[in-house]
């Protein structure tokens, strides 16, 4: 069975950086898409960024377009996210999550509900928190 465990959680200034890693144990990671989630207090859950198996297609929330990035190393079975110019609103439990390989996954896991759904093995999360 597929497990991931997150890591790289703080607290964290704003404007300053994070970098989070998603580990995968019992499977290899390089036939999944993987995907990065967050869940504020009182807030649903919703997609942040996504990518695919080979790393070449890559997916962002609007909020984090140019701050964030999704990168994997599939050698080490570990997908990763790059977190720049943390803003306050960034604060939230960090989740990541896998799911089959299809481009309308990679897409759509940023659009609502729907795309957070068809994702599985979720970690345990970790916690971001940019506050001064």
């Known amino acids: 069975q597929l497990q991931l465990v997150e890591s790289g959680g703080n607290l964290v200034q704003p404007g300053g950086t994070l970098r989070l890693s998603c580990a995968a144990s019992g499977y290899t990671l390089d036939s999944y898409a993987i995907g990065w989630f967050r869940q504020a207090p009182g807030k649903e859950r919703e997609g942040v960024s996504c990518?695919?198996?080979?790393?070449?297609?890559?997916n962002y929330a609007d909020s984090v377009k140019g701050r964030f990035t999704i990168s994997r190393d599939n050698t080490k079975n570990t997908v990763y996210l790059q977190m720049n110019s943390l803003k306050p609103e960034d604060t939230a439990v960090y989740y990541c999550?896998?799911?089959?390989?299809?481009?309308?996954?990679?897409?759509?896991?940023?659009?609502?509900?729907?795309?957070?759904?068809?994702?599985?093995?979720w970690g345990q999360g970790t916690q971001v928190t940019v506050s001064s």
């Open positions: 999550a896998a799911a089959e390989n299809r481009p309308s996954v990679v897409v759509g896991c940023t659009v609502g509900p729907r795309g957070v759904r068809v994702f599985g093995s």
């Open positions: 990518i695919s198996a080979s790393g070449k297609n890559t």
